[in-house]
């Protein structure tokens, strides 16, 4: 993948900053879209500093007209469009009948209006060259609904069932532009310091907690290899929506005891809360958030269900080698 021409949403601060270096790191031209324009400059400036070229655009990505643009400028000034990752999101934390009509909306565009934009810009210049990959950044709550994420969690299902919808017309058109999800779980980011939140104590994922350079691995990794339809990041994701597809019911009692504490955090203390809601929280003149949040003493740096999840087909083969060459050993030592 190194070297080409990459474009993230959400690029400011959490895991689109966590991507936006490790492609810099790969060498790779990176358009960083965001609104923040302090989280944009620190993003491109690290970029640079890794190695890559960056181009940072103010972009509300909730505007299509704005992303558009911005693809267009992107492609002029650092080439066609090779991989598009969609990660800008923005919600609120708080239960449901406590959101407003107007929140829940600007979720629903930023969140998920967000993704259908930078994915139509993206086939708009793909499709024509028939090659590129699209890639959604998802979450577990894309399957699996939790309490005072209401706005997010539906956002987050609509996402799939888009990408479900878009590749499966794709491959109809037997098109060789590939789209591709990434299901993460928890991880340490600054959005629990700048979410709108209506909560008693400090918002927090829901642990366990990953660090977002886990999520930056599975999402570039999945650019790389955006033929498999989708990738669950985290024992935790992959425990959830397997628990989901066999025992919901006990799911839904589960998370009405334990979700509204185990989201919040009353012993924080957190002098950068903000509400980026309808503002950038990293606007000018203001701080620079970067990629991680203020859980980084708990949170976990790797993940083995990713690592066996990406070598399932070598490790498969290896199993399979080994017993055939048991099988004929068994085979061998009978005849002797």
């Not at 993230?8 to 959490?14: D, E, I, K, N, P």
């Not at 090659?131 to 997010?152: E, F, H, I, N, T």
């Not at 980084?296 to 070598?311: I, N, P, V």
Request: aromatic residues 6%; proline residues 6%; hydrophobic residues 40%.
């Amino acid at each position: 993948m190194s070297g080409r021409v990459v474009v993230v949403t959400g690029a400011s601060g959490g895991v689109g900053r966590a991507i936006a270096r490790r492609c810099g790191q790969r060498g790779d031209r990176v358009a960083l879209l965001a609104r923040g324009i302090s989280g944009l400059r620190g993003a491109a400036e690290e970029v640079r500093r890794y190695g890559g070229e960056a181009l940072p655009i103010v972009v509300d990505v909730a505007d299509p007209d704005q992303v558009d643009a911005a693809a267009e400028r992107a492609e002029r000034e650092l080439g066609p469009i090779e991989v598009w990752i969609n990660n800008a999101f923005t919600t609120v934390f708080a239960p449901a009948t406590e959101i407003t009509p107007d929140e829940y909306r600007r979720m629903i565009e930023v969140t998920f209006l967000g993704y259908v934009h930078g994915t139509l810009a993206a086939l708009r210049r793909m499709r024509p060259r028939d090659r590129g990959a699209v890639v959604q950044v998802g979450s577990a709550l894309a399957y699996r609904g939790v309490p005072l994420q209401a706005g997010y969690c539906a956002a987050k299902h609509a996402i799939q069932g888009y990408t479900e919808s878009v590749r499966s017309e794709l491959l109809h058109e037997r098109s060789q532009v590939r789209t591709t999800m990434v299901q993460l779980p928890a991880v340490n980011t600054p959005q629990f310091s700048w979410v709108l939140s209506r909560l008693p104590g400090h918002p927090q994922p829901l642990p366990p907690i990953y660090q977002p350079e886990v999520a930056a691995r599975a999402v570039l990794h999945a650019a790389e290899h955006p033929g498999r339809r989708e990738y669950w990041v985290g024992g935790s994701t992959a425990g959830t929506l397997l628990a989901n597809a066999v025992v919901p019911g006990l799911l839904d009692r589960y998370l009405a005891r334990n979700g509204y504490d185990s989201q919040q955090n009353r012993s924080v203390r957190d002098p950068h809360r903000a509400a980026n809601l309808w503002q950038p929280a990293d606007g000018p003149g203001k701080r620079d958030y970067g990629a991680h949040g203020v859980f980084t003493s708990t949170a976990r740096s790797r993940s083995l269900q990713m690592w066996l999840s990406q070598r399932r087909g070598r490790l498969l083969a290896a199993a399979t080698a080994s017993a055939v060459a048991a099988g004929v050993a068994v085979g061998l030592g009978g005849r002797r």
